[in-house]
């Protein structure tokens, strides 16, 4: 990949703010945040707006995430599908395209490139990179959105691409374009980004048909909604989000749901699609604003799925913003619960430290996760110890267990480390957690 220039510099000059069409949605729109909706007979009041076109990527850290991961990953689709022997033509369909652009307080320009914007400007870069080593890849763009008004706004954005790439803006739903688009793209390498506001407008089902040859998907949605959705009665939209409705098996007593486990779950369900050899998902969680949107990606490749990493781990999470690899945070959990379990037989018994390291050697816990399970079962009552659990405490502590340790599942809390004890050492003593 040596050469390739970044494409984070835009590729042409953007108009200032597009003017906005009149819309079909109520109210005004003022400015990016702000609608005037009528007070009856208390005049006009401005309400910040939650519509997606009114939305400043300077409160949304996820969504710039998001962006910042696929601005460094579409252009590698594209380059690695489009030197491919018979790669003539790769597509690009983003099925909840958005307004094109947001307001952007970091960004010198005042505003920064959504989703469609971002792959623009991949293509005409991977297109033009192509083209010059001899490769006569076409890349074609399809943006489907189901608001008129923000499919005008969209259009606008896009002006500056006319006649340099082959976009398309698809008014309608994700449901009803996919087939018409599956067709179209038929037999070329092609990336399907899904990314709805919440879940409820991506049926499984949509997810399914993308799954073909030399076809990848990156879908975004909103975790929070989910579990939120997840606890009620009638969870009917979670089933056709999930594909089936064993997620009701997660279900606790009081109804909420490890949001982990969920997407653990997805991703096995999008892995059982043949087309999904590899597949990941990832939590953006930013816990300032509660926000939790995940990403799970289904593709045929090795290669695809190295590359979205890195292109997630290069993506800036500035502001608190933290990116969750979930099935290893479900493969630690499941590792910390084995834990649990492996220490039974040492009920009634005072060890050290060493011990109950040789009883765990099978699950192979660094050590600050071995703390946590023993921190986890002081609060149960089934162990305590002298001084502290800190490698450098002394005297090492001993642990002395319950007489019965009841199997119990870790509840997923990270409680705060301790810090060491210290005194002096006896002449000839050792500090730490001592010999085994
Ligand atoms: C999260 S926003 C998209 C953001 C965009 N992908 C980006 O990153 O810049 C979701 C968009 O999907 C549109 N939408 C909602 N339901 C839809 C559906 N069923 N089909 C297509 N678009 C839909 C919304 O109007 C909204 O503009």
């Given at each position: 990949m040596a050469g390739i220039r970044a494409p984070d510099q835009a590729l042409y000059t953007a108009p200032t703010v597009p003017p906005q069409p009149p819309g079909d949605d109520p109210g005004v729109q003022l400015d990016f945040g702000l609608t005037v909706e009528p007070m009856g007979r208390r005049g006009r009041l401005a309400r910040p707006s939650r519509a997606v076109a009114a939305r400043r990527l300077d409160d949304h850290p996820q969504t710039r995430v998001k962006l910042d991961a696929l601005r460094n990953y579409l252009p590698r689709f594209i380059l690695i599908l489009g030197q491919g022997l018979k790669a003539r033509h790769v597509y690009i369909i983003d099925l909840f395209a958005g307004p094109g652009r947001y307001a952007d307080g970091a960004d010198p320009r005042g505003w920064s490139e959504g989703s469609p914007l971002v792959a623009c400007e991949a293509a005409l870069y991977a297109q033009e990179w192509l083209r010059d080593r001899g490769f006569g890849t076409e890349v074609h763009l399809r943006f489907v959105e189901k608001s008129k008004r923000t499919a005008n706004l969209l259009r606008a954005a896009l002006a500056p691409f006319t006649g340099k790439i082959d976009y398309a803006v698809v008014d309608g739903t994700a449901e009803d374009a996919a087939p018409v688009l599956l067709t179209e793209s038929r037999g070329h390498p092609t990336l399907a980004f899904l990314d709805p506001d919440g879940f409820k407008e991506l049926p499984f089902e949509v997810v399914r048909s993308f799954g073909r040859r030399y076809t990848e998907v990156l879908i975004s949605f909103d975790v929070q909604g989910v579990i939120r959705v997840a606890?009620?009665?009638?969870?009917g939209l979670v089933t056709a989000f999930y594909g089936d409705d064993m997620w009701r098996a997660m279900r606790r007593d009081d109804g909420s749901i490890d949001a982990d486990v969920f997407l653990e779950g997805y991703r096995q369900r999008l892995a059982v699609i043949p087309a999904f050899r590899y597949t990941s998902v990832r939590r953006i969680h930013f816990p300032k604003n509660h926000a939790n949107r995940a990403i799970a990606q289904g593709c045929g490749s090795r290669k695809g799925l190295q590359a979205w990493s890195e292109a997630i781990r290069k993506a800036k999470t500035t502001d608190g913003v933290l990116v969750l690899d979930i099935a290893r945070e479900v493969e630690r959990r499941d590792a910390i619960d084995r834990a649990i379990e492996l220490l039974a037989p040492v009920a009634g018994s005072n060890v050290r430290y060493g011990a109950i390291l040789q009883v765990l050697a099978q699950v192979d816990l660094p050590d600050p996760d071995v703390h946590q399970v023993l921190l986890f079962m002081r609060e149960l009552g089934q162990v305590t110890w002298t001084s502290t659990l800190h490698a450098a405490s002394v005297p090492p502590p001993i642990f002395g267990f319950a007489e019965a340790i009841e199997p119990v599942r870790w509840d997923g809390v990270t409680r705060a480390e301790e810090r060491p004890a210290l005194r002096a050492l006896p002449a000839g003593g050792s500090g730490g957690y001592g010999p085994a």
């Amino acid at each position: 990949m040596a050469g390739i220039r970044a494409p984070d510099q835009a590729l042409y000059t953007a108009p200032t703010v597009p003017p906005q069409p009149p819309g079909d949605d109520p109210g005004v729109q003022l400015d990016f945040g702000l609608t005037v909706e009528p007070m009856g007979r208390r005049g006009r009041l401005a309400r910040p707006s939650r519509a997606v076109a009114a939305r400043r990527l300077d409160d949304h850290p996820q969504t710039r995430v998001k962006l910042d991961a696929l601005r460094n990953y579409l252009p590698r689709f594209i380059l690695i599908l489009g030197q491919g022997l018979k790669a003539r033509h790769v597509y690009i369909i983003d099925l909840f395209a958005g307004p094109g652009r947001y307001a952007d307080g970091a960004d010198p320009r005042g505003w920064s490139e959504g989703s469609p914007l971002v792959a623009c400007e991949a293509a005409l870069y991977a297109q033009e990179w192509l083209r010059d080593r001899g490769f006569g890849t076409e890349v074609h763009l399809r943006f489907v959105e189901k608001s008129k008004r923000t499919a005008n706004l969209l259009r606008a954005a896009l002006a500056p691409f006319t006649g340099k790439i082959d976009y398309a803006v698809v008014d309608g739903t994700a449901e009803d374009a996919a087939p018409v688009l599956l067709t179209e793209s038929r037999g070329h390498p092609t990336l399907a980004f899904l990314d709805p506001d919440g879940f409820k407008e991506l049926p499984f089902e949509v997810v399914r048909s993308f799954g073909r040859r030399y076809t990848e998907v990156l879908i975004s949605f909103d975790v929070q909604g989910v579990i939120r959705v997840a606890g009620l009665e009638d969870a009917g939209l979670v089933t056709a989000f999930y594909g089936d409705d064993m997620w009701r098996a997660m279900r606790r007593d009081d109804g909420s749901i490890d949001a982990d486990v969920f997407l653990e779950g997805y991703r096995q369900r999008l892995a059982v699609i043949p087309a999904f050899r590899y597949t990941s998902v990832r939590r953006i969680h930013f816990p300032k604003n509660h926000a939790n949107r995940a990403i799970a990606q289904g593709c045929g490749s090795r290669k695809g799925l190295q590359a979205w990493s890195e292109a997630i781990r290069k993506a800036k999470t500035t502001d608190g913003v933290l990116v969750l690899d979930i099935a290893r945070e479900v493969e630690r959990r499941d590792a910390i619960d084995r834990a649990i379990e492996l220490l039974a037989p040492v009920a009634g018994s005072n060890v050290r430290y060493g011990a109950i390291l040789q009883v765990l050697a099978q699950v192979d816990l660094p050590d600050p996760d071995v703390h946590q399970v023993l921190l986890f079962m002081r609060e149960l009552g089934q162990v305590t110890w002298t001084s502290t659990l800190h490698a450098a405490s002394v005297p090492p502590p001993i642990f002395g267990f319950a007489e019965a340790i009841e199997p119990v599942r870790w509840d997923g809390v990270t409680r705060a480390e301790e810090r060491p004890a210290l005194r002096a050492l006896p002449a000839g003593g050792s500090g730490g957690y001592g010999p085994a």
